[in-house]
């Protein structure tokens, strides 16, 4: 699996974390920035890694921001986008099974750097249900 993963200053150094998990799971990942804790805009890490995802140079995506709010949205513009904004395993998970989600949003002013790993995890592993939840996907693009 390849992912791309990008954050703005304020997930900056929770990304940090999570490049060294990263690679201790085996996960082959592209980091898209940025790259130091300077102000920086959100959109302009979410949109780029949205493109990949959505054109499958990744399979998946990981945004980091303070509240994991301004990341979501940037990348959610994207109409292959399903990002969702995980605080807890349970609700990572739920975001793979039911809804597909295929951008996995960290708050990082709101969660440690034991959970980010939890919920990474959760959220890497966890398979979409299909079933009843594909037609719910389908309906989700304007």
């Not at 900056?12 to 940025?34: N, R, V």
């Not at 959100?42 to 493109?51: M, N, R």
């Not at 994991?68 to 904004?85: L, S």
Request: proline letters at 3%; charged letters at 20%; hydrophobic letters at 45%.
């Amino acid at each position: 699996m390849k992912i791309a993963i990008a954050a703005d200053h304020a997930g900056f150094e929770l990304k940090a974390f999570l490049l060294p998990f990263l690679t201790q799971q085996g996960i082959s990942f592209e980091d898209l920035g940025t790259y130091s804790l300077e102000s920086m805009d959100y959109p302009d890490v979410a949109h780029p890694l949205a493109t990949q995802v959505e054109t499958g140079v990744a399979e998946l995506g990981i945004l980091i921001c303070g509240s994991a709010n301004g990341v979501a949205m940037a990348a959610n513009k994207h109409q292959g986008i399903r990002a969702a904004i995980c605080w807890k395993v349970e609700i990572a998970e739920l975001a793979r099974q039911h809804n597909n989600a295929n951008v996995l949003c960290l708050p990082a002013r709101f969660i440690s750097t034991e959970d980010a790993f939890e919920i990474t995890s959760a959220f890497l592993k966890t398979e979409f249900e299909g079933g009843r939840h594909q037609r719910r996907v389908e309906k989700i693009g304007c």
